[in-house]
């Protein structure tokens, strides 16, 4: 079992930066890839970015690519997304999620059924 909750989001304005948090606890962080999704009012929830179990490797969607970066400490068993240059288009629910079956890495950590643990969300809400 795994529990996960975020926190960090808010209102900015557009051209502004947010920091996510996701801390997890239960069975061992250091063992299994994290990723972050997001989704808008009337949208599909989707991938945004994705780190292995060690952070030694990331992925990204094209929207956020060069803008939002992933990171983690295992030690603090934290997830992180900075998001920077923020677009009213970001305006979403965010959530982490946790691949603890090491199915993500088969879609390039992009599917979010390869995700079998979700935090509730945190808002996001960038004002043009």
């Known amino acids: 079992q795994v529990q996960l909750a975020e926190s960090g989001g808010g209102l900015v304005q557009a051209g502004g930066s947010l920091r996510l948090s996701c801390t997890a606890s239960?069975?061992?962080?250091?063992?299994?890839?994290m990723g972050w999704f997001r989704q808008a009012p009337g949208k599909e929830r989707e991938f945004v970015a994705a780190t292995s179990w060690s952070g030694g490797s990331t992925y990204y969607a094209d929207s956020a690519k060069g803008r939002f970066t992933i990171s983690r400490d295992n030690a603090k068993k934290t997830v992180y997304l900075q998001m920077n240059s923020l677009k009213p288009e970001d305006t979403a629910v965010y959530y982490c999620a946790a691949d603890t079956k090491d199915a993500a890495r088969y879609s390039m950590y992009r599917s979010r059924r390869s995700y079998d643990y979700w935090g509730q969300g945190t808002q996001v809400t960038v004002s043009s």
């Open positions: 239960g069975r061992t962080f250091s063992s299994y890839a």
